[in-house]
């Protein structure tokens, strides 16, 4: 079984408007406004899944800083894992920083079946992660309804390119820190917080932390998969960022590291299943 933990889709109203939305919000355009970013439809991605034969993937839409646009957005994934609920895990898109209409919306996706919140994008939409005022009532409203948060992250070295953000390993720590009892998944390792999880101080914190892959290709080299493997076995989570990188390209890469094979079926999809908690029906 095969879990992609992190796939964009959009609307296709916002990709035949795409230029009105380059507009609209200013993280976008940093991200889109090259014609060459993709942006793809519940359709698009189903089909590069079944290329990769890539069984489930976890769903959600852009972050915008506008709560009215990530309704919108929340509304194409709630109509994704309506019509596909064999195949996709639905995320909800809200801006914190919106306070109670965030905590609103979602309490609306968590009565549609969605199943987390994210991706989160703090600096697009303007808040820090570690903000304990602006994040513990979607903390909470989160944890009330079995919801798993998933977090843009960025690293604080190497090259830039659009979307790289402020979310560093050291606010990932503070945030684990604020409240360890919640399921948090660090998007692109966490900006390389996975590497801290060797000290024992930091890995006690983040005890409900996890890491996806999504974009390696682009970040590091593919070495990372069977280092991290090694410390972090229970923690990785196969994601590929797509459309930015398909399932039948990033899984060839990952399946020729060098680890157990056990393992590798945790990252690809075991370690999912237990976060997600598949299989047990969430009220
Ligand atoms: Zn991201």
Same mark, same amino acid.
């Given at each position: 079984?095969?879990?992609?933990?992190?796939?964009?889709?959009?609307?296709?109203?916002?990709?035949?408007?795409?230029?009105?939305?380059?507009?609209?919000?200013?993280?976008?355009?940093?991200?889109?406004?090259?014609?060459?970013?993709?942006?793809?439809?519940?359709?698009?991605?189903?089909?590069?899944?079944?290329?990769?034969?890539?069984?489930?993937?976890?769903?959600?839409?852009?972050?915008?800083?506008?709560?009215?646009?990530?309704?919108?957005?929340? =509304?194409? %994934? +709630?109509?994704?894992?309506?019509?596909? &609920? #064999?195949?996709?895990?639905?995320? !909800?898109?809200?801006?914190? /920083?919106?306070?109670?209409?965030?905590?609103?919306?979602?309490?609306?996706?968590?009565?549609?079946?969605?199943?987390?919140?994210?991706?989160?994008?703090?600096?697009?939409?303007?808040?820090?992660?570690?903000?304990?005022?602006?994040?513990?009532?979607?903390?909470?409203?989160?944890?009330?309804?079995?919801?798993?948060?998933?977090?843009?992250?960025?690293?604080?070295?190497?090259?830039?390119?659009?979307?790289?953000?402020?979310?560093?390993? =050291?606010? %990932? +720590?503070?945030?684990?820190?604020?409240? &360890? #009892?919640?399921?948090?998944?660090? !998007?692109?390792?966490?900006? /390389?917080?996975?590497?801290?999880?060797?000290?024992?101080?930091?890995?006690?914190?983040?005890?409900?932390?996890?890491?996806?892959?999504?974009?390696?290709?682009?970040?590091?080299?593919?070495?990372?998969?069977?280092?991290?493997?090694?410390?972090?076995?229970?923690?990785?989570?196969?994601?590929?960022?797509?459309?930015?990188?398909?399932?039948?390209?990033?899984?060839?890469?990952?399946?020729?590291?060098?680890?157990?094979?056990?393992?590798?079926?945790?990252?690809?999809?075991?370690?999912?299943?237990?976060?997600?908690?598949?299989?047990?029906?969430?009220?």
């Amino acid at each position: 079984m095969i879990i992609d933990f992190h796939a964009h889709i959009t609307a296709p109203a916002i990709i035949k408007q795409r230029d009105e939305y380059l507009v609209r919000d200013a993280w976008f355009r940093d991200l889109y406004a090259n014609p060459r970013a993709r942006l793809s439809s519940i359709e698009d991605l189903l089909a590069a899944m079944d290329r990769a034969s890539v069984q489930q993937a976890v769903v959600f839409g852009f972050g915008w800083r506008d709560m009215d646009l990530c309704c919108q957005d929340n =509304d194409y %994934v +709630i109509e994704a894992v309506e019509r596909y &609920p #064999e195949r996709l895990i639905g995320f !909800a898109i809200v801006n914190p /920083g919106s306070g109670a209409a965030a905590v609103r919306e979602i309490e609306r996706c968590a009565k549609a079946g969605l199943r987390g919140v994210g991706e989160l994008m703090p600096d697009g939409q303007g808040y820090r992660i570690d903000d304990e005022k602006t994040m513990a009532p979607i903390v909470e409203v989160a944890a009330d309804h079995d919801m798993v948060l998933l977090t843009h992250c960025s690293e604080p070295v190497g090259h830039l390119y659009p979307g790289k953000g402020t979310v560093t390993p =050291d606010e %990932v +720590i503070r945030f684990a820190r604020l409240f &360890p #009892e919640a399921t948090l998944v660090c !998007a692109h390792w966490g900006g /390389g917080a996975i590497f801290y999880e060797l000290m024992p101080e930091v890995s006690r914190v983040m005890s409900n932390v996890y890491y996806d892959t999504a974009a390696s290709l682009y970040l590091y080299q593919d070495d990372i998969f069977s280092l991290a493997a090694r410390w972090a076995p229970g923690k990785v989570l196969f994601a590929t960022d797509f459309p930015l990188i398909t399932q039948e390209r990033f899984i060839p890469r990952l399946r020729a590291a060098r680890m157990p094979a056990a393992t590798l079926r945790r990252i690809l999809g075991g370690n999912a299943w237990r976060v997600l908690k598949l299989g047990t029906s969430v009220g």
